[in-house]
């Protein structure tokens, strides 16, 4: 799908205020730099989140980081990029890659971690839920080594929009080491559902309206949003001013 034109998105926006955003339509969100400084008040189009519901929240309102969660990189690292997301998301699937190039740039060097936390839109996406269940399954015979590897795999195979065979999800379970019996009694169960609901609850509490949404922790704890597919050298920026924050 390609992206709309700015003043076109914010003149649809306005005109129909507090509605819910239906399927399939796309905004868009990001962060913008004043004076060196990010600001959460002013927003650009630059590239379009897949939305499902309408923006509010708060980002104090993030669940903390802890060991619980998904971390790519030294969780110590002065800068966290907290991301929700939605495996059948077509700016999830790009977002996904951008986030590896951080992680090779910053990550070897222990300045950023990477945070993956889930945001099934069941709106646009009926699939994304039960791969959802799919990573964790991963994670539960594995540990942090095989998420990131069925991460990285499913992204990689996944046509995104809803596209993938769900008969994938043991091959990729296969493919990337993991005991294809185990895991699909694992994926049959309903032991992660509450766990997933609760990061999508928590993704909208923060002010998610759409995927890829992610919330920047900067080394003083600041929080920063980023709403999109942001191209890297965006991203960069944004680092570069959460790891100079005192």
Request: aromatic content about 6%; overall charge negative.
């Amino acid at each position: 799908m390609e992206e709309n034109n700015q003043s076109t998105i914010q003149k649809n926006t306005m005109a129909v205020p507090g509605a819910i955003i239906i399927a399939g339509v796309l905004i868009a969100g990001a962060v913008i730099l004043s004076g060196g400084k990010p600001s959460s008040n002013n927003t650009v189009t630059n590239t379009q989140p897949q939305v499902a519901v309408k923006e509010t929240g708060d980002l104090e309102k993030m669940k903390p980081v802890t060991a619980e969660d998904h971390i790519r990189g030294d969780a110590n690292a002065p800068v966290k990029i907290v991301e929700y997301s939605d495996t059948e998301c077509p700016f999830c699937k790009r977002f996904h890659d951008t986030m590896k190039q951080v992680i090779d740039e910053y990550g070897k060097d222990g300045k950023v971690a990477w945070v993956y936390r889930h945001f099934p839109l069941d709106q646009l996406h009926s699939k994304a839920r039960k791969e959802a269940v799919a990573l964790e399954c991963a994670n539960e015979q594995g540990g942090n080594d095989k998420f990131w590897s069925y991460a990285d795999r499913l992204y990689e195979i996944t046509p995104a929009n809803n596209g993938l065979d769900p008969t994938e999800l043991p091959k990729i379970a296969q493919y990337v080491g993991l005991d294809t019996a185990k895991f699909n009694t694992c994926l049959g169960s309903t032991k992660y559902d509450k766990h997933i609901e609760d990061e999508v609850q928590n993704a909208q509490a923060t002010g998610g309206n759409g995927t890829p949404w992610s919330i920047v922790i900067g080394k003083n704890g600041k929080k920063y949003p980023l709403s999109g597919a942001q191209p890297y050298d965006s991203i960069k920026q944004l680092i570069e001013t959460a790891l100079q924050e005192k």
